[in-house]
């Protein structure tokens, strides 16, 4: 019997669906209630499409599906599968030690140690905080100077989770390419007055300060989804005047734009980290793909358009697939 958490605008339509087309037992329960641990006293597994902008979700929900994971219980995601979930450091620290491919990263947790590191790098470098999705919180640092106020802000005041200022300009960018009506602008000027509810939960990020690399002439990433031995991507163009990609809206689907190393790579990454569902964002350097970051989750509405899969042995599968229906099945093998 599977447990389902069912929230919205998430993945657990989709898990409901497929149990019902392929006649699987499931019950639907409510992971904020006291009592979750009863409710799921006959079931085998939990599936609990948490989030990060959620501030219920950011909480207590890795720690409630990670004791029912020691437990005994099956859980989607697992601890391989989340527990670096929007922590780009914590994912710094096991793409490093796994002898992956990426992006140099560099962390401090002292305020001089960053600032002697300043005086010796060279710029351009990408800013970036622990969480936040879709480019959020990304800044190109273009000089010493910028860097060392980003420094001093980070070891001083730290940095709201909700940045309305940028968020205000990717809703007005969405607007202009019709991804979104007028009222979703006006949302965000109504959020210069008040912070959302899970930047208020989450507080300031502060305390330490994260840069990466600039690898340039990369007007696109590469997205690859590895699930149940099986892998799909998207190509991300970048922004008009910009340098990123991720909530671009611009996307590719079609086979010719992938290549097998990228591809190959993912399966090996997913494998060395045991993940039962692993999104891998790619840029590239002398052809050479280097992973940016990692996530479990991702908008399940923007890969429907994905005109295949590759497997393990890296054969394509022409076809509409079921992304969703493979997390299912993870929990049975």
Known sequence: MIAIHKGTNDFSSKWIEYCDE???SYNIVDCYSNDIIWQLRECDSL????KQSNPKDILFAKELTYALQTAGKNVFPDFHTAWHFDDKVGQKYLLE???????????????????????KTE????FKLRRGAGSSHVKLVNNKSDAQK???RAFGRGFSQ????????DRWYKYRKDKTEFWDVIKGILRFAKKPEFARIAGNEKGYVYFQDFIPENDYDIRVVVIDGKAFAIKRLVREGDFRASGSGHIKYEKQHFNKETIRMSFEVADKVNSQCLALDYIFKDDRPLIVELS????????????????????WHEGPFNAQGWMVETLKS
């Open 123 to 126: 710029f351009p470098k990408v």
């Open 97 to 119: 030690a796994i002898g992956a491919p990426m992006v140099p990263s560099y962390v401090f947790y002292k305020k001089q140690e960053a600032l002697r590191w300043i005086e």
């Open 150 to 152: 980003l420094v001093s």
């Open 296 to 315: 479990y989750g991702f908008v399940k509405e923007v890969y429907y358009d994905c005109t295949g899969y590759w497997d393990r042995d890296l054969n």
């Open 22 to 24: 392929q006649e699987i």
């Open 47 to 50: 599936m609990w499409h948490f």
């Open 162 to 169: 909700y940045d309305k200022m940028a968020n205000l300009k």
